[in-house]
T-cell receptor
């Protein structure tokens, strides 16, 4: 099956800093989603982005499907951005395959 | 409000007992999914269903069973055959379409199951 790798596994930032999270995948995909998992475990949809670039406030994402990677940009980070960020893809079967996540800690 | 509900939020069971986790959605989505998350890891697919009365095994289906009798509901039973059932269980749903199209998945709040 498809492999999804996320980097870095852990990231510590000072409030106000910018960051880039990366997601590499091993095969062509029909869907790519970015999620933020909050401390209570809820998965919050950030982007549905099988290709191209999208922006939502301080967050933006770019997927280059031909090169099999996606990037999530967080600008002017806030403490509320802390949590785990997951990349997940659909390839073949119609269900998501998740990466292991990037654990982000934003310090005041 | 439209959304996905899972109940209960926390569930405690003794080893050897079967337990059923509830998942209901009012988004009029055809497809529903069950994932399992262990501490510090990503989610893994247990079962999914694209349509009523039909479902497929995911990567870790052993020790689990599901039913899909109604479009809105996709309950998951964790049987005594599941060797390590303590985990966080998340249900999701999405629209479906023809061909190889894929639609955005939305998740419920999850159920934390502890088996002792």
């Amino acid at each position: 099956g498809i492999q999804v790798e996320q980097s870095p596994p852990d990231l510590i930032l000072q409030e106000g800093a910018n960051s880039t999270l990366r997601c590499n995948f091993s095969d062509s995909v029909n869907n790519l989603q970015w999620f933020h998992q909050n401390p209570w475990g809820q998965l919050i949809n950030l982007f549905y982005i099988p290709s191209g670039t999208k922006q939502n406030g301080r967050l933006s994402a770019t997927t280059v499907a031909t090169e099999r990677y996606s990037l999530l940009y967080i600008s002017s980070s806030q403490t509320t951005d802390s949590g785990v960020y997951f990349c997940a893809v659909v390839a073949g079967r119609r269900a998501l395959t998740f990466g292991s996540g990037t654990r982000l800690q934003v310090q005041p | 409000d439209g959304g996905i509900t899972q109940s209960p939020k926390y569930l405690f069971r003794k080893e050897g007992q079967n337990v059923t986790l509830s998942c209901e959605q009012n988004l009029n989505h055809d497809a529903m999914y069950w994932y399992r998350q262990d501490p510090g890891q990503g989610l893994r697919l247990i079962y999914y269903s694209q349509i009523v009365n039909d479902f497929q095994k995911g990567d870790i289906a052993e020790g689990y069973s599901v039913s899909r009798e109604k479009k809105e509901s996709f309950p998951l039973t964790v049987t005594s055959a599941q060797k390590n059932p303590t985990a966080f269980y998340l249900c999701a749903s999405s629209m479906t379409g023809g061909g190889t199209g894929s639609y955005e998945q939305y998740f419920g709040p999850g159920t934390r199951l502890t088996v002792t």
